[in-house]
């Protein structure tokens, strides 16, 4: 017999127990330090040694940084200032950034056209980076080399818009003749595009036509500073992803000619290196051309760089091309889809979706290869640095704290391209 | 092998057609502008300035050839360029001349085909070290160890005086000047060998430029100066008088600062053939009679581009030792205007 009835119990809890805290050690922040900093011995050690390792980078760093002079017209004069103390000349970034950014020949009172130039840059591309935006912003996307090339070269407006009506109307005539044979429409398009853009020397130099919109040219050679370098990235990224694409599929072609020459083109380029080729640029065809005409330098050079990124961004591509299952392209064909549309369509896609890292990979190693042209005297922002800055008898004598400021404008570019890839992965990613 | 040959013979026949083409004074007047060759930078020898304006001891070469060929020392265009491609840029005519701190040897006058118009800077070989390292003499050097730039013509001069004088050394390959200057100030190498107005251009940048001393050897020759092609003797005759010039109107006495007053004429006939009031040497030259006046207008002459650029009030403090006037005991000589 049991007296456990309800009755019996003295106190019967109605209502759950209100949740405590959790203990101290098992929440908050203790619980991130002791998981993330301080798990186990061996961690702690590590830990410990990390921070002994930034705290001693940064209390040697940091008073130099802090300390640093920024107002001083020569080296000497800032070492005065500092008397002796840790501390860096920043004075040589703040007397000399114009010629930093636009090397030392550009007419500092035109600074304005390459800096307009450059905001334009971001209009320019965003449709093109990212596909939410209005379409008919691509538009403006199209124009952009034209007007890019007049606020940098300047010269008179009339000649980019007829190399832009040239373009156009070499479309428009190749898009009409395409129905009856490709190769002819390409080679009326081209005889027609270069009947426009002889234009300008039909009219004659001297006609008033060539004085609205003139802007002062600027010759290529007095381009320099991390415009040139910005100038180069942009224009042969641009110019080598189309090209390093055609590359990739020519050398899968079933065409034993196309399929060679590209196969042959890619491996030169790969086994040359691009020093190489910059020197080619500079230096050989100087004797093949007679003195005083010839490519511009600045042309040689985009030509060159351009080839030789595009053979590296075509075999990324191929790995994009040799990934996507056999499938996709008997899909393609079974839909009864020709070639280009098969490729446009079904195969490009996938495939450059897979390729993106690589790309991306490439367009930043072909930014900080743009540096390489200070071997051949372009006075590129390393070109800069090494040349007239540190040979001037001002500033010989100061390297970190330009060539921290050379890293500091490289670092914020390629950061912002690898993370514009990624959250174009993310974007893209349809394997949920 | 056949593509090296086709490539000479390429080379040939574009050289030949420069050759061949009309004299580079005509081409020069024609464009209104010299192509000078410098280098991309070097302390006191070619730099821009923070207004892009080129200065420097060898661009003051290169306007003194402008102001009189074209008697206007802004009538340059400076074409940069590296040790790598300053030969072929002249050899290709892209240059008119170079003027870019090269040392005249027999195989770049012989074998590249360049004409050495005369040296406007006799350089050689010298040591830095500190001073509280107590040496007096590079020969008291024995056992010492010394940065060396590698594969330049300094690693074998420091090889053969170490050699002649019987002492050992320790080397310390570096590659870059600005890398041997950093190691220099770390302690890396008790020694710094390099031509002796880069020592005296590098020691002036340091913090504490009194704590290193200049060693009195110089263990090699290092002549340098203005070259041009072989293959047009008058338009190297044109940059080798003009050199001379500059040079002359030292030793006559005329600068900046007299030269309005002496071009009126004077009693020296040597001044008057000089500034063109008696005589024809411009004529002769293919110039206007007032060539030298000019190209001594720029910035003076010999003498004072020198102070001016390197000289011992600028930060590089360089004497003129070698390079004063063979009167002062030095090198620098002109053969007369006669």
Not at chain 1, 124 to 150: M, N, Q, S
Not at chain 1, 192 to 204: E, F, H, N, P, T
Not at chain 1, 337 to 360: F, M
Not at chain 2, 38 to 50: H, Q, S
Request: proline share 5%; glycine share 10%; net charge negative.
């Amino acid at each position: 017999m049991s007296d456990t009835s309800a009755n019996a119990v003295a106190f019967v809890r109605t209502e759950s127990v209100p949740a405590s805290a959790p203990p101290v050690n098992a929440a908050g922040p203790v619980k991130w330090l002791k998981d993330n900093l301080f798990d186990g011995v061996g961690n702690s050690i590590l830990t410990v040694l990390a921070f002994v390792a930034i705290f001693l980078i940064l209390s040697n760093t940091m008073p130099w940084v802090i300390n640093g002079i920024w107002d001083a017209p020569t080296l000497a004069a800032c070492r005065e200032i500092l008397d002796g103390t840790t501390g860096a000349c920043f004075a040589v970034l703040s007397e000399r950034w114009n010629q930093l950014l636009f090397g030392f020949k550009y007419p500092t009172e035109m600074y304005w056209r390459p800096a307009l130039a450059f905001a334009m840059l971001f209009v320019a591309f965003a449709p093109v980076l990212f596909f939410d935006l209005p379409r008919k912003l691509l538009i403006f996307t199209g124009l952009y080399p034209f007007i890019a090339f007049w606020l940098i070269w300047g010269g008179p407006i009339v000649n980019p818009i007829l190399a832009l009506v040239g373009l156009i109307v070499g479309y428009m005539v190749f898009v009409r003749l395409e129905k009856t044979s490709f190769a002819m429409a390409m080679g009326a398009g081209v005889v027609s595009a270069a009947v426009i853009w002889s234009l300008s020397k039909v009219i004659g130099s001297d006609s008033a036509i060539f004085s609205i919109g003139y802007l002062e040219t600027v010759p290529s050679r007095d381009l320099g500073g991390f415009m040139l370098n910005m100038m180069l990235g942009v224009t042969c990224v641009s110019l080598s992803l189309p090209l390093g694409i055609a590359l990739a599929l020519g050398r899968q072609s079933s065409m034993p000619l196309i399929k060679y020459v590209c196969v042959i083109f890619i491996e030169f380029i790969r086994g040359v290196p691009l020093i190489t080729l910059l020197f080619v640029a500079s230096v050989m065809l100087g004797y093949f051309f007679p003195p005083g005409s010839g490519v511009d330098l600045f042309i040689r050079v985009v030509i060159m760089i351009t080839l030789f990124s595009a053979a590296y961004i075509a075999e990324v591509v191929r790995g994009g091309l040799a990934a996507l299952p056999k499938g996709q392209y008997e899909a393609a064909d079974s839909l009864g889809l020709d070639y280009a549309q098969a490729t446009r369509l079904i195969i490009l896609p996938q495939a450059l979706k897979i390729s993106i890292p690589g790309i991306v990979n490439i367009a930043v190693g072909l930014f900080k290869d743009t540096t390489l042209v200070s071997v051949i005297s372009m006075f590129d922002m390393v070109g800069m640095i090494r040349g007239p800055i540190l040979a001037s008898t001002d500033w010989n004598g100061v390297y970190w704290e330009l060539f921290s400021f050379a890293a500091l404008l490289f670092f914020v570019v390629c950061y912002g391209i690898s993370q514009y890839s990624q959250w174009l992965e993310r974007r893209l990613a349809t394997d949920h | 092998m056949n593509k090296s040959v086709l490539f000479g013979a390429m080379t040939v026949a574009s050289l030949a057609a420069g050759a061949a083409a009309a004299g580079t004074l005509e081409d020069v007047q024609a464009r209104g502008k010299l192509n000078c060759g410098v280098t991309t930078g070097l302390v006191g020898f070619a730099a821009p300035d923070a207004n892009g304006e080129w200065k420097g001891f060898d661009v003051a070469v290169c306007r003194a050839v402008a102001a009189a060929v074209l008697g206007d020392g802004n009538a340059v265009e400076f074409v940069p360029t590296t040790g790598k491609t300053r030969f072929t840029a002249l050899a290709s005519g892209e240059i008119d001349m170079l003027a870019r701190n090269t040392t005249w040897t027999l195989s770049r006058d012989v074998d590249l085909k360049f004409t050495f118009v005369g040296v406007n800077y006799y350089d050689g070989q010298g040591f830095m070290a500190p001073k509280e390292l107590g040496v007096a003499s590079a020969k008291d050097l024995d056992g010492a160890t010394v940065c060396i730039q590698t594969g330049t013509t300094t690693e074998l001069n420091l090889a053969d005086f170490f050699r002649a004088n019987n002492i050992s050394y320790e080397p310390v390959p570096i590659e870059t000047n600005a890398e041997a200057q950093q190691q220099y100030l770390a302690g890396a190498c008790d020694v710094f060998t390099t031509d002796a107005s880069g020592l005296a251009a590098t020691r002036a940048t340091f913090e504490n430029p009194q704590d290193h001393v200049l060693l009195p050897e110089i263990v090699s020759k290092e002549p340098l100066g203005p070259l041009v092609r072989h293959g047009d003797n008058e338009w190297g005759d044109i940059v080798r008088w003009t050199l001379n010039a500059l040079i002359t109107a030292e030793e006559l006495g005329v600068t900046s600062a007299n030269l309005a007053e002496m071009s009126a004429g004077t009693n020296n006939p040597e001044i008057n053939r000089l500034l063109g009031t008696e005589g024809t040497l411009g004529e002769m030259l293919g110039l206007s009679a007032t060539w030298a006046n000019d190209a001594i207008a720029v910035s003076g002459n010999y003498g004072e581009v020198f102070e001016a650029n390197i000289g011992e009030s600028t930060p590089i403090g360089l004497a003129r030792g070698l390079n004063a006037q063979w009167t002062d005991g030095g090198l620098i000589y002109s053969p007369p205007f006669r």
